[in-house]
Nanobody
Framework: QVQLVESGGGLVQAGGSLRLACAAS????????MAWYRQAPGKAREFVAI???????LYLNAVKGRFTVSRDNNTNTLYLQMNNLKPEGTAIYYC?????WGQGTQVTVTS
């Protein structure tokens, strides 16, 4: 059974940084795409970044140059390094693996 547990969220001022982690368990994910999404209050869930198992990474235009997605296939962990955070980045961040979701981790950015 696949389980995903996100962590690393918190309260940060604009311009600050956070590093999110998604610990995946239940099988190996080295051959699987792993992605980050977020959902702001009153808005639909949106794609943020993806780590393609072949090595490619893709980002939402609004976070390019500020966010970095990475993965550790030895520990089945997906990361999202978020720098220069902006208030519009306030959302619950979820990881998506095999169309399954974790419980999310709250990120709040104050101005």
């Amino acid at each position: 059974q696949v389980q995903l547990v996100e962590s690393g969220g918190g309260l940060v001022q604009a311009g600050g940084s956070l590093r999110l982690a998604c610990a995946a368990s239940g099988r190996s994910f080295s051959d699987t795409n792993m992605a980050w999404y977020r959902q702001a209050p009153g808005k639909a869930r949106e794609f943020v970044a993806i780590s393609v198992y072949l090595g490619t990474t893709l980002y939402l235009n609004a976070v390019k140059g500020r966010f970095t997605v990475s993965r550790d296939n030895n520990t089945n962990t997906l990361y999202l390094q978020m720098n220069n955070l902006k208030p519009e980045g306030t959302a619950i961040y979820y990881c998506d693996v095999l169309e399954l979701w974790g419980q999310g981790t709250q990120v709040t950015v104050t101005s």
